[in-house]
């Protein structure tokens, strides 16, 4: 589809109406998505627990690039784009690993913690290894949580921890460590996987679990009261009772936008776990529960659930026009034990079986807008933060804007 073409689909999109078949499927929509989001976008990689020793390191990937994400001598994150300067065979091939040289299998060219070139045999008398090194991206820490940004001259990433420092601070996530960290592959485009977590007007129906103790699913007066309590309670028990919401808001808006939404969980429920009991030691400095649960926002395409003894991390990114990633991260106290202070089953089951039961309907949906009968409807009442998400895209979409480029 031509670029003019796309422009024209994204102008005659009716608000409130899900999109046409054409954003789902068309290999060309789906390059632009790459180039003016993904590419653009702060984008969470990881947590600093998974490289805590000089030379520990962990890839990245989505679509067709692949980042290593490593500790360097000075103990600071970088970020390293996966792609030899020889011929771009990628250099690391496992999930992650730990070493003090990155070497590139295919023709031995060795690399050190910085990216700079140190080993390269048989090059002639007249080759510089000092003028070759591999390709960097730009980095963020949000307390502990790594973004990286493809982009020349990215957004700004200050205003996202300045927002966010109050909210955020009673967690330590700078403390805290991956407990478990699991993929889930999805057969659908990343918007629908992305639209399907904007919205619980499919939790009752199709979520039990996270139902029985979330007020999303239940929007209500009686909600809103139970919010309003939370929030009554947030300073004994540590915790801030400031909300913020700065989510796509500006097109094209790349990363630069944060939200934190703390709401009400029922029925004497104070974690997300199978009973709704405590599941693991609070978080940082929290020292109670609240009765609450927060949804967490950075950026287009990562999501949080901060509950008082655990934090859950969503990450999506498209593998293809019809496959998505959904990465999942559940972050525990830094000094907390499995075995001793948490079961690893009972920390994972709810956002588990939720995401298993998400991957089902994401990909039937998939299946459904495949078909030539399809037609795009109305929105719920429900699924409005769905249409702010597609309204912000949709002006993505419309509006030029270069490509990003990595530094070199």
């Not at 795009?376 to 509006?399: A, C, N, Q, R």
Request: charged fraction near 25%.
């Amino acid at each position: 589809m031509k670029e003019e073409e796309i422009i024209t689909l994204a102008e005659n999109q009716p608000e409130m109406v899900a999109l046409p078949q054409a954003f789902y499927r068309d290999p060309d929509i789906y390059q632009r998505d790459i180039d003016r989001i993904f590419l653009n976008s702060w984008l969470y990689a990881g947590h600093q627990s998974e490289v805590p020793k000089t030379g520990d390191w962990f890839l990245f990937e989505f679509a067709e690039e692949s980042v290593i994400i490593v500790r360097g001598e000075n103990e600071q994150i970088r970020a390293l784009l996966n792609v030899c300067r020889h011929r771009g065979s990628r250099i690391c091939v496992e999930n992650s690993g730990c070493s003090r040289r990155l070497t590139c299998r295919y023709h031995g060219w060795t690399y050190d913690l910085e990216g700079q070139l140190r080993a390269a045999a048989h090059m002639g008398k007249d080759f510089d290894k000092s003028e070759i090194a591999l390709r960097k991206i730009h980095v963020e820490l949000l307390d502990g949580l790594i973004f990286v940004n493809f982009a020349e001259n990215p957004s700004p990433f200050d205003p996202v921890r300045d927002g966010l420092a109050e909210c955020l601070r009673p967690y330590r996530l700078d403390n805290a460590k991956v407990a478990h960290r699991e993929s889930y592959p999805i057969a659908a485009n990343w918007k629908l996987a992305l639209e399907n977590y904007c919205e619980c007007y499919h939790c009752a129906p199709a979520h039990p679990e996270y139902s029985k103790g979330h007020s999303l699913a239940h929007p209500d007066a009686r909600v809103a009261e139970l919010t309003e309590k939370v929030l009554e309670r947030a300073a004994a028990c540590g915790l801030s009772d400031q909300m913020v919401n700065r989510m796509y808001l500006d097109a094209p808006g790349f990363g630069a936008d944060f939200s934190y939404d703390r709401y009400a969980l029922m029925r004497d429920h104070v974690t997300g776990s199978p009973d709704g009991m405590a599941i693991a030691p609070l978080m940082g400095d929290i020292q109670d529960y609240d009765g609450g649960t927060t949804d967490l926002q950075v950026g287009p395409v990562t999501f949080g659930l901060m509950y008082c003894d655990h934090v859950v991390i969503y990450r999506f990114t498209p593998l293809s026009v019809d496959r998505a990633d959904c990465d999942i991260s559940w972050l525990v106290n830094g000094n907390a034990e499995e075995g001793v202070d948490y079961e690893k089953e009972k920390l994972i089951w709810l956002w588990d079986v939720t995401t298993h039961a998400d991957k089902t309907i994401i990909e039937r949906n998939q299946q459904g807008v495949n078909s030539r009968y399809y037609v795009p409807g109305p929105f719920s009442t429900m699924e409005e933060m769905v249409w702010k998400f597609l309204s912000w895209y949709i002006d993505t979409m419309k509006k030029p804007g270069k490509n990003a480029l990595p530094e070199g």
